[in-house]
């Protein structure tokens, strides 16, 4: 995996990248990186396309000014990556995004993840009406059910019935579906047995 708007990736290279997405609107595309603004400078000319979903990662506090550069991108969804949370986000203002995903770090020297940085950014979900999926916990935890989230959290959180390792909650109904109107996180995933069939990665 690669950053498609690092500094060395000419903005021609970019350009011919969203051509083929825009010749194949079968597929569905999240394109993630560690240089929002970049992003948006670059797509600023580009057409906004329903197939393509553009986020950034934010692991701690430290990168928390990733998320408004993200707010500048024009996209049909835009998204964050918490993943590996590394560290507290408290106070993370997800305005204008639809999407955050997280998870912990993997590995066998994986760094832990606290529950309460889960709750921070659930509770910043509801407050935004931002889409929170819960990937896993990561480290020796990676295999525990989402249920597991402490406190108040775990009441809110409930796994989906075909992967108890995932945990999906829609706080803006009509965001975002894939095509045929299939929510992102029931796409399907190789732990569940039916295949991963989710959107390409850039």
Not at 53 to 69: F, K, P, Q
Not at 127 to 138: D, L, P
Request: net charge positive; glycine share 8%.
């Amino acid at each position: 995996m690669s950053d498609l708007f690092h500094e060395a990736v000419p903005a021609k290279f970019v350009v011919a990248v969203w051509a083929s997405i825009q010749a194949t609107p079968q597929h569905t595309y999240q394109i993630l990186t560690k240089r929002p603004g970049r992003m948006a400078e670059i797509t600023a000319s580009l057409p906004v396309l329903a197939n393509v979903w553009l986020g950034t990662s934010v692991e701690n506090a430290d990168y928390l000014s990733r998320i408004e550069d993200l707010r500048r991108v024009k996209a049909a969804v835009r998204f964050i990556s918490f993943e590996p949370l590394l560290g507290s986000v408290a106070g993370a203002d997800l305005t204008g995004i639809h999407w955050a995903i997280v998870g912990g770090e993997s590995g066998p020297r994986s760094r832990p993840m606290a529950e309460e940085w889960v709750g921070e950014i659930e509770t910043a979900c509801r407050k935004a009406r931002t889409a929170f999926f819960f990937k896993q916990w990561g480290g020796v935890r990676k295999r525990a059910p989402v249920d597991t989230i402490a406190g108040a959290h775990s009441m809110r959180c409930r796994p989906r019935v075909s992967n108890p390792f995932y945990c999906l909650l829609i706080y803006r109904p009509a965001q975002p579906l894939l095509p045929g109107g299939i929510p992102f996180a029931d796409r399907g995933h190789q732990s569940s047995g039916r295949g991963d069939r989710g959107p390409s990665f850039f």
